[in-house]
């Protein structure tokens, strides 16, 4: 059976505010928690009003807080936008708290736009090929093997599982070179995903951490106890999706019927091209579904993602979405 996992960007919806996005956050940790997911993981976003995961390890950090046993992490923190010391010494310190549940998934984007960027960094004239030389200074600190010349504390002997991130072919060939688990952001970036897969899989070299390859991609699931009901919910994150690639990022806004029918043509062609892995239906709609997604990729590991306006709506979504995945398959 495909393991499946929970990916959450901490909506901040119209109306809301901050604090009651992290508390939702640990609600939904612990309900995925309950409905048998594998690991549930926070992304670094910044300058993004719908979005309240910034400070990704101290998200980490209230969740692993609020759950008891499900595997907990960042997919992921965007290294170049910190000293990989930083981070291991953020996750060396989570992996104390935690011990055993921490991953800690590598991404190359800024998760922002250009200024905020710079504000993150001060300056972007940084080499824009060190990210694999970023990851390996990393794994040295975790490994305190002395070839940085600098114990991390937190930080040095920590155990977090590692995982290159990516939505194009550099983050396959990076993570089959180191011999990581790779998981592709196939939710919103889905071009290269098949070819990325095939490289990775090709190319993969045996680890300490890892002795095959293994593969997660992430898949939108808006599941109701109706189709109607699933689409009118799956409008929210429709609305952002649009707002954000047409450079007026928002909050997450109430779902309206009929959003996407309504759409002018240039839009109605982002949605489609965005969306491109998603489901939306009933739990069998949706079990069919990723079982396609599944078939056609051959993933280890799924993770599902989806923003709705209702909190309540999309813990059911998940609970659908997991009885979707722990049906067995049809003889």
């Known amino acids: ?75 992921g923190i965007m290294l170049p936008n910190h000293a990989p010391l930083q981070i291991a010494e953020q996750f060396g310190t989570l992996d104390a708290l935690f011990p055993g549940r921490i991953d800690l998934g590598l991404g190359r984007a800024p998760g922002s736009d250009q200024r905020v960027a710079r504000a993150l960094r001060r300056t972007l004239d940084t080499d824009p090929n060190a990210f694999p030389n970023d990851v390996l200074e990393l794994q040295s600190y975790f490994a305190d093997d002395g070839r940085t010349g600098i114990s991390a504390t937190p930080g040095a002997g920590a ?38 897969l095939a490289i990775y899989r090709r190319e993969f070299r045996p680890s300490p951490q890892l002795d095959r390859p293994y593969a997660m991609a992430g898949f939108n699931v808006f599941a109701a106890d109706t189709r109607e009901d699933a689409e009118f919910l799956a409008s929210s994150q429709q609305q952002a999706f649009v707002a954000l690639r047409t450079g007026n990022p928002r909050q997450l806004p109430p779902p309206i019927a009929g959003y996407r029918e309504s759409l002018p043509p240039q839009h109605a062609a982002i949605l489609n091209h965005v969306l491109q892995c998603t489901a939306i239906g009933t739990r069998d709609e949706v079990a069919r579904g990723i079982a396609a997604f599944v078939a056609r990729t051959g993933v280890d590991e799924v993770m599902l993602t989806s923003m709705m306006y209702d909190h309540e709506a999309r813990k059911r979504s998940f609970a659908l979405a997991a009885e979707a995945m722990q049906a067995p398959e049809p003889a």
């Open 159 to 196: 155990r977090p599982d590692l995982w290159i991130l990516g939505s194009s072919l550099f983050g396959a060939k990076l993570a089959a070179v180191l011999g990581l688990p790779y998981a592709f952001a196939s939710h919103f970036a889905p071009d290269a995903l098949d070819e990325a």
């Open 1 to 75: 059976m495909t393991a499946f996992s929970l990916l959450d960007l901490v909506p901040v919806v119209e109306g809301g505010n901050v604090p009651q996005s992290l508390a939702n956050a640990a609600d939904l940790a612990r309900h995925a928690e309950r409905h048998g997911y594998r690991r549930y993981w926070v992304a670094e976003h910044h300058g993004m009003p719908g979005i309240a995961s910034a400070a990704t390890a101290v998200v980490i950090a209230h969740v692993g807080q609020a759950t008891e046993t499900i595997r907990v992490g960042a997919g």
